[in-house]
Each structure stands twice: as structure tokens, then as C-alpha cells.
Nanobody, 115 residues
């Protein structure tokens, strides 16, 4: 059974930082690409960043230079370090992966950035 469990969200002031974690089980984490998405109230879910099994990363323009995605294959966990947060970053953040031809989402973690 594939499970993705996000944690680390919270309330932070603009300019602050947060580090999100996504612990996985039921997949061979080391060979899987992982992604982070976010969904603000009333908006669609948007891609934020992804990381390949080899550690190559990609970022949405809106977070480039402020967010860093990383992975720890010994802990089957992917991270999203978020710095210089802005009110527009307020959203529920989800991690995502594909395994066995199916996409899997975590339950999400709320990030709220106050101005």
C-alpha cells in the first residue's frame, strides 16, 4: 500500500522559512521521481517542484531561488525547504509520485504566510 505523509506546515510571517517533509512507504523510493504541488483556496492545484531519482531538480518560476527540493533515500523522504515566504505562497502543499502506473498524493499540509 502506497502512502505519502506530509508534515511541517504551519503559520509563518512573510520573509520566514519552513521545511516540509513527505515520508513515503510502499514504493521503492530511491528509483522514484517525487514532486511537490500546492493548492490555494479557490484555485487549481499547481506544480511547485520535482526531483528525479538521480537528484535533478526543477522549479516553477514563482518559487525559483526561494524553494529547494531534496531527498533522503535512507529515510524514504522528500523535502521542500521554503525561504523568503510570501503571502502568495499560502496554500495546501501536497507531495506526489507515480508508482505502478498510478499517481499518488499525500493528504497535504497547510502553509499560511501572513503579511
Amino acid at each position: 500500500q502506497v502512502q505519502l505523509v506530509e508534515s511541517g506546515g504551519g503559520l509563518v510571517q512573510a520573509g520566514g522559512s519552513l521545511k516540509l517533509s513527505c515520508a513515503t512507504s510502499g514504493i521503492i523510493f530511491a528509483i522514484n521521481a517525487m514532486g511537490w504541488y500546492r493548492q490555494a483556496p479557490g484555485k487549481q492545484r499547481d506544480w511547485v517542484a520535482d526531483i528525479t531519482s538521480g537528484g535533478s531538480t526543477n522549479y516553477a518560476d514563482s518559487v525559483k531561488g526561494r524553494f529547494t527540493i531534496s531527498r533522503d533515500n535512507t529515510k524514504n523522504t522528500v523535502y521542500l525547504q521554503m525561504s523568503n515566504l510570501k503571502p502568495d505562497d499560502t496554500a495546501v502543499y501536497y507531495c506526489f509520485t507515480v508508482w505502478g502506473g498510478r499517481g499518488y498524493w499525500g493528504q497535504g499540509t497547510q502553509v499560511t504566510v501572513s503579511s
